[in-house]
């Protein structure tokens, strides 16, 4: 087992105390993830001075490195490529990386995880439903930890993050048993979106007496809804919160201009946001605009593909991911505003992803769907096509599925409901509820 590994698994015994001290030791340092930290963070730097022809040839080198390991090692892409009418061979120059056929889910997974996957030490498998709830399921490598966050710190940078900074994290977790837990590894308190802010608040004030939290960091639509709570019922914690935060960093949603405006003005700081998925084949983040996203070419290679006058769906490529390559993998993501420079995209903005969904519990709490099914490990993801969500009452939720392998009562056993205060039912499908223009959204309304 890796360093990364045994660390990622036994974070929660790390006291805070040793996890301050680990976290002044540079990443750059660290083992298990510092060699690629360095190479990645040099990467990002070069990058940016490289000249037009500089850029062309890193990118392709990345490309046909991965696709010649995709073709000759795993045998999705020697079956795909080889119908498909391509060859690696073909792929010559920056130009020739049009050649090679694009992939989707469902071209994917119409093959067995085995057949598309590649026999990595250590990998380990992750699932995501993406904006569109149809699940998938692949493998990645503990090395990518050095890679994402040689890259993720580079982002946080522009707000003056350290990673010796702590920071308060919004997100789905569901094996937080007590409201508010250190996690030493990324040196974060994570805090239970689902709890009542109350109980929340009683035990934040205790940390914020003790420790300077300089970051806010998870998602929009759960910030936005703890911004809320501090303005209008628990002005002492905002006052408390706002005395050292620095900045706010949002993530996995569409960052809504209405969610935040809030945030900033209720803790009056700035916010800055990136677009990525638990793919990792895309990563982008807003450079100079909000709204404008700046991909990064040394994570993975972005592009488009073009549906009309305006629009385009996202292509992206991930150069590291041996275990499970993503290559030319379209993301069903709408991107519009294009910009590029010789050929290379510079920026685009999202017409069509991940946005801000809401339930509400039986305390009238929002609870974001992104936390309650995307930030937990489900496992009824393995069984089902498609996962959807309808609000029947306060704190009266349904679970639409689409599944031929599943009864509604396996369904149950099969999801994560801790932590939550909905009386949940599943209900059984044989296709998802699309809407008028044909969509299959998360939240049925």
């Not at 620095?246 to 700035?270: A, Q, W």
């Not at 801790?418 to 699309?434: E, G, H, T, V």
Request: charged letters at 25%; glycine letters at 4%.
């Amino acid at each position: 087992m890796s360093i990364a590994v045994f660390l990622k698994n036994n974070i929660k015994n790390i006291p805070l105390s040793i996890g301050k001290v680990i976290n002044r030791i540079p990443y750059s340092y660290r083992p298990g993830l510092g060699y690629v930290y360095r190479k990645r963070k040099k990467q990002i730097a070069d990058f940016e001075s490289y000249s037009s022809e500089q850029k062309h040839e890193f990118i392709f080198k990345k490309m046909k490195y991965i696709v010649d390991h995709a073709y000759f090692n795993i045998a999705f892409y020697k079956d795909y490529y080889d119908k498909s009418g391509f060859n690696p061979k073909e792929l010559k120059s920056f130009k020739d990386i049009n050649l090679i056929p694009i992939v989707n889910k469902d071209i994917l997974n119409a093959y067995n995880l085995e057949k598309r996957s590649c026999n990595i030490k250590d990998r380990y498998v992750v699932n995501t439903g993406g904006s569109s709830g149809e699940p998938f399921q692949f493998y990645i490598e503990p090395s990518s930890m050095g890679h994402e966050w040689a890259h993720m710190h580079h982002i946080w940078g522009y707000l003056n993050y350290k990673p010796k900074d702590l920071k308060i994290v919004f997100n789905g977790n569901s094996n937080i048993t007590n409201i508010i837990e250190y996690d030493a590894v990324r040196n974060h308190f994570a805090l239970d979106i689902f709890a009542d802010y109350k109980l929340v608040s009683k035990k934040l004030k205790i940390i914020l007496g003790k420790h300077k939290i300089k970051y806010l960091h998870g998602f929009p639509s759960s910030i936005y809804d703890f911004a809320l709570f501090c303005k209008n019922e628990d002005n002492e914690l905002r006052q408390m919160l706002s005395i050292n935060l620095k900045g706010v960093f949002l993530g996995s949603e569409y960052p809504h201009l209405h969610y935040r405006n809030t945030i900033e003005h209720v803790f009056d700081v700035k916010t800055i946001s990136w677009y990525g998925h638990t793919e990792r084949s895309v990563l982008a983040y807003e450079k100079n605009d909000k709204f404008k996203f700046e991909p990064f070419h040394t994570y993975g290679f972005a592009e488009s593909n073009k549906i009309d006058e305006n629009n385009s769906e996202l292509i992206a490529t991930s150069y590291y991911n041996f275990a499970s390559p993503l290559i030319r993998y379209n993301t069903n993501d709408i991107i519009s505003n294009l910009e590029l420079n010789d050929d290379i995209m510079t920026s685009f903005m999202i017409l069509k992803g991940r946005e801000g969904e809401f339930v509400v519990d039986k305390s009238k709490k929002k609870i974001s769907l992104t936390g309650l099914i995307f930030g937990r490990h489900h496992e009824i993801f393995n069984y089902s096509k498609f996962i959807q969500v309808k609000q029947t009452s306060i704190g009266v939720i349904e679970i639409h599925f689409v599944s031929r392998d599943i009864t509604e009562q396996k369904a149950e056993s099969l999801f994560d409901s801790k932590n939550l205060n909905l009386d949940i039912s599943f209900i059984k499908r044989k296709k998802p509820f699309r809407t008028i223009s044909g969509k299959v959204n998360l939240l049925i309304k």
